[in-house]
T-cell receptor, first 111, second 116 residues
Framework: GQQVMQIPQYQHVQEGEDFTTYCNSS?????IQWYKQRPGGHPVFLIQ?????EVKKQKRLTFQFGEAKKNSSLHITATQTTDVGTYFC???????????FGTGTRLQVTL | GAGVSQSPSNKVTEKGKDVELRCDPI?????LYWYRQRLGQGLEFLIY????????KSGLPSDRFSAERTGESVSTLTIQRTQQEDSAVYLC??????????????FGSGTQLSVL
């Protein structure tokens, strides 16, 4: 079945440093979404990418969808303590198919 | 309601008992998902309902797990003869369905299930 892996599993950075998480799917995706889960909370939608090679920005967050639509990345510039949480990518192989979540990357930010 | 509602928020049960978890999706959302999240782990897909289509049950881990959905509203996840490894947070999510691109999921706060 479809597998979505993320690396790293965990990253600890000092506030102000950059952070990147990478997402790789075993199958070609029709679209990819990113979610953030704060400690003790539930996942909250961040963004969706649909087109091959697409790049989207949200303030300090930059999201990319690979040319082959099998991988994606999330880059955070100058992390803040409010960025703490687990970041999940999630992909579909078709518009009507289930959404499969990646393994997640837990980000810890310290002062 | 304004968001996805799950009940109970916490459930403690004894090994071997049956449990029923409930999810009320956002009104008008035709898609509904159940995921399981063990402590410190990712989201494990369980089942997906989309409108009147046959549900995608490919993630149910055993025949002890079943789920139903009444039309496009409430869903219940039933776990029979619970085992300690069933202990986890069970998350429900709903979304619109555009048929063109994927829609974002709105999650409930989850049910924390503890099997003693």
């Amino acid at each position: 079945g479809q597998q979505v892996m993320q690396i790293p599993q965990y990253q600890h950075v000092q506030e102000g440093e950059d952070f990147t998480t990478y997402c790789n799917s075993s199958t070609t995706l029709s679209n990819i979404q990113w979610y953030k889960q704060r400690p003790g909370g539930h996942p909250v939608f961040l963004i969706q990418l649909v087109k091959s090679g697409e790049v989207k920005k949200q303030k300090r967050l930059t999201f990319q969808f690979g040319e082959a639509k099998k991988n994606s990345s999330l880059h955070i510039t100058a992390t803040q303590t409010t960025d703490v949480g687990t970041y999940f990518c999630a992909g579909r192989t078709g518009t009507a198919s289930k959404l499969t979540f990646g393994t997640g990357t837990r980000l810890q930010v310290t002062l | 309601g304004a968001g996805v509602s799950q009940s109970p928020s916490n459930k403690v049960t004894e090994k071997g008992k049956d449990v029923e978890l409930r999810c009320d999706p956002i009104s008008g959302h035709t898609a509904l998902y159940w995921y399981r999240q063990r402590l410190g782990q990712g989201l494990e897909f369980l089942i997906y309902f989309q409108g009147n289509s046959a549900p995608d049950k490919s993630g149910l881990p055993s025949d002890r797990f079943s789920a139903e959905r009444t039309g496009e509203s409430v869903s219940t996840l039933t776990i029979q003869r619970t085992q300690q490894e069933d202990s986890a947070v069970y998350l429900c999510a709903s979304s619109l369905f555009s048929g063109v691109v994927g829609e974002k999921l709105f999650f409930g706060s989850g049910t924390q299930l503890s099997v003693l």
